[in-house]
């Protein structure tokens, strides 16, 4: 075997609490009880957990938001099969691979993963939700995700949306990022896979295009008018954003394969909603009067962009994981009831749901 020189890792989140060595193939990552404890100084969000006591009485315990720092929580290095006939010490392409995995490790986290080069020391603490559980990095192994799916299949620029969207506080911006992943998966997905015109319904195009061209040349002549509007007559017959988005979500499972209307009408909101947002740079008013309840919805509608770009990653790469598979089950429901991981996303404010949850768990029992 060989082995490049070791690479820190900042702000990896790991989740282990005993020192310990994992091999995400061909990566060997180290995780020493200094760098537990320095995992144990990140920045933490405020947290309510529905559990229970040492009587067996169901309870809510809430503990606060903590400020943290980002510190080293981790080594890294490279390791070459004796197949691979190359100068593991002085292989230029090492960082670039260490690279990609921090990429990764920030995907698969929710966390910015930086390598110590990376650091400037204006890293902010803001950081998103883990796709995968907390047991992911113990089970992994060998089936480390695809590494070259991921660059085949161009979704290296999808993941710096992601991570960026993830590593801001800003709503509007976090929307932004996952939108923008999101139109690039869709696009992409309907370029290659998407379905085409029939051939009889192709014709039919050309001969509607060449009357609207001959109506607009005989009315308007060659003035600017004209040569502006002509080159852009086809994009009337282009399929819309909403038609390959709605294909898409299809053939990922995330929408029934014959949506009825109220589905139909989610997607479409949800569509508007963040496209509005990267358009005009604001939270549409008419999703809701009260401000705050604008705030909310926009905050599913980003969670929601968010996990269907994350699926679908996963399955280019070949995670998996069991929070990956919930996620898609949560996406399913949202469109076929308007509920997301138990939030009535249109017809319930926030406080009113961590409400309801809590009294419900509270009271399961209290008639035993």
Same mark, same amino acid.
């Given at each position: ?55 067996? !009485?169901?309870?809510?315990? !809430? ?32 960082? $670039? ?105 192709? $014709? ?16 308007? !002549? ?45 997607? !479409? ?45 996963? #399955? ?9 598979? #919930? ?42």
């Amino acid at each position: 075997m060989k082995y490049s020189k070791t690479f820190s890792l900042y702000n990896f989140d790991h989740g282990f609490d005993k020192p310990t060595t994992i091999r995400l193939n061909p990566f060997e990552i180290k995780i020493s009880q200094t760098n537990i404890n320095a995992a144990a100084k990140l920045s933490r969000r405020a947290i309510t957990k529905l559990t229970w006591s040492p009587q067996g !009485k169901p309870v809510v315990s !809430k503990t606060p938001a903590k400020v943290g720092r980002i510190l080293k929580t981790a080594t890294v290095r490279r390791i070459y099969s004796k197949s691979e006939d190359i100068d593991a010490r002085n292989n230029p392409l090492v960082s $670039d691979e260490i690279g990609d995995l921090c990429l990764l490790l920030s995907f698969l986290t929710g966390r910015r993963v930086f390598q110590e080069s990376e650091m400037s020391g204006l890293e902010g603490g803001h950081y998103g939700e883990s796709v995968v559980g907390r047991n992911y990095f113990l089970t992994a192994g060998p089936n480390w995700p695809g590494v070259s799916s991921l660059h085949r299949e161009g979704m290296f620029p999808v993941l710096w949306a992601m991570v960026n969207s993830n590593s801001t506080n800003d709503m509007i911006g976090k929307i932004c990022y996952a939108s923008a992943a999101l139109d690039t998966i869709s696009t992409k997905w309907f370029k290659s896979e998407g379905q085409t015109y029939r051939e009889d319904e192709q $014709d039919a195009i050309r001969e509607t295009r060449k009357k609207i061209e001959a109506v607009i040349r005989d009315s308007l !002549k060659n003035s600017s008018i004209a040569n502006d509007v002509l080159p852009r007559i086809s994009g009337i017959f282009a399929p819309s954003a909403l038609m390959k988005l709605r294909s898409f979500l299809i053939s990922q499972g995330l929408l029934s394969q014959e949506p009825d209307k109220e589905e139909r009408d989610r997607l !479409k909101l949800l569509n508007s909603i963040r496209n509005r947002v990267v358009h005009s740079a604001d939270i549409p008013s008419e999703i809701h009067e009260n401000l705050n309840r604008r705030g909310e919805i926009a905050a599913s509608v980003l969670a929601i962009t968010y996990d269907v770009c994350a699926i679908y990653i996963s #399955k280019v790469a070949g995670i998996n994981d069991f929070q990956i598979n #919930k996620s898609q089950e949560d996406i399913v429901k949202f469109f076929k009831s308007g509920i997301f991981r138990g939030h009535k996303v249109f017809d319930e404010d926030y406080e009113s749901f961590s409400a309801r949850l809590e009294e419900n768990w509270l009271n399961r029992y209290s008639g035993i």
